[in-house]
């Protein structure tokens, strides 16, 4: 198990990390490569956001008693997550212009090379996966296992499938019960996805992957409920992005649902479930808790 509680410090440690992974397959894949493509896919996983995807998958596999490196498995989760983000950019979805403090990378590169280099993350993603799965010496049926769960939670049944039903739900008065599982969906699939893989990756059973998964899923949530707040009463500068950028969409949001208040209340409430489900199986985790605690209280 991890010495590290503090989660801003963990968080730092495995940004380090999974950055330096990041920029050398980022190199690797120059070759062969269409310049533009290469750069844009650079600068989309260069920007400096808090990696906290692929820190929970480390957590959770540290936490489960695994005893080797992860970080290259991990930086597979936030690749699929940032080609997410460019994506989530481009005008015919939320035509935002910044993204991580930055210009969004179709802002950037233009929409045809933003578009194209997002979808050339996925199979980087894979690569990546494998890589990493292999390094540690997971077997085949692991890795086959570990890679379903990871694009099935970016696709249509997962992340993709949630955007389209975000974007259907604009300028509609949407039941909360309708809400949750849009956000399941588009935000916790693949928060859950993170947690699970490090939970494979540790050989955990059964009983362990389904508690880690829950957990992931009210997680996920809860991060959805704090980003509908922050967008609503935060700053541009204050979260790297257009903030007030859901009003003007007219999205569903939970703070549009239930005011700011209540939702602050809602995110907490699935914090304490998420931490719930580790106590269910005996998972006292100091690191994932402080972790599902910085989601609640993050800032950004």
């Known amino acids: 198990m991890t010495s590290i509680s503090d989660p801003r410090e963990f968080l730092s440690q495995t940004r380090d990390a999974v950055n330096r992974v990041l920029d050398d397959w980022c190199s690797r894949v120059r070759v062969g490569m269409e310049p533009k493509i290469a750069d844009a896919i650079a600068y989309s996983l260069s920007g400096p956001g808090k990696r906290l995807r692929p820190a929970l998958l480390i957590a959770v596999y540290g936490e489960l008693g695994g005893g080797a490196d992860v970080t290259e498995i991990a930086a597979a989760v936030e690749v699929v997550h940032t080609y997410s983000l460019v994506h989530d ?4 979805m939320d035509d935002d212009d910044l993204r991580r403090g930055r210009p969004t990378t179709h802002r950037e590169f233009g929409v045809p090379v933003a578009s194209d280099a997002a979808f050339h993350m996925v199979p980087l993603a894979a690569r990546i996966l494998v890589s990493g799965a292999k390094a540690i010496g997971l077997g085949p049926d692991v890795v ?3 890679g379903r769960e990871l694009f099935r ?6 992340m993709v499938g949630g955007q389209v039903l975000d974007l259907e739900a604009e300028g509609i008065a949407v039941p909360l019960e309708e809400l949750v599982r849009i956000h399941r969906a588009k935000t916790g699939a693949l928060i859950s996805s993170c947690v699970v893989l490090g939970a494979l990756a540790a050989g955990a059973d059964g009983r362990t992957v389904s508690a880690v998964r829950s957990y992931g899923l009210e997680l996920g949530l809860a991060f959805q409920v704090v980003d509908d707040i922050l967008d ?5 500068t204050e979260l790297g992005k257009t903030a007030g950028k859901d009003q003007s969409q007219q999205k569903a949001t939970f703070p549009a649902i239930m005011g700011v208040d209540r939702a602050a209340q809602f995110a907490e409430e699935h914090i304490d479930r998420a931490i719930d ?3 269910s199986v005996g998972l006292d985790s100091g690191l994932m808790n402080s972790l599902a605690l910085f989601v609640h209280n993050r800032r950004s």
């Not at 950019?89 to 015919?92: G, I, K, N, T, V």
């Not at 939670?153 to 997962?158: H, R």
């Not at 609503?232 to 541009?236: H, P």
């Open 89 to 92: 950019d481009l005008p015919c």
């Open 144 to 146: 086959g296992e570990m």
């Open 153 to 158: 939670a970016a696709g249509a049944a997962g």
């Open 232 to 236: 609503a009463t935060s700053t541009s």
């Open 277 to 279: 489900h580790l106590v």
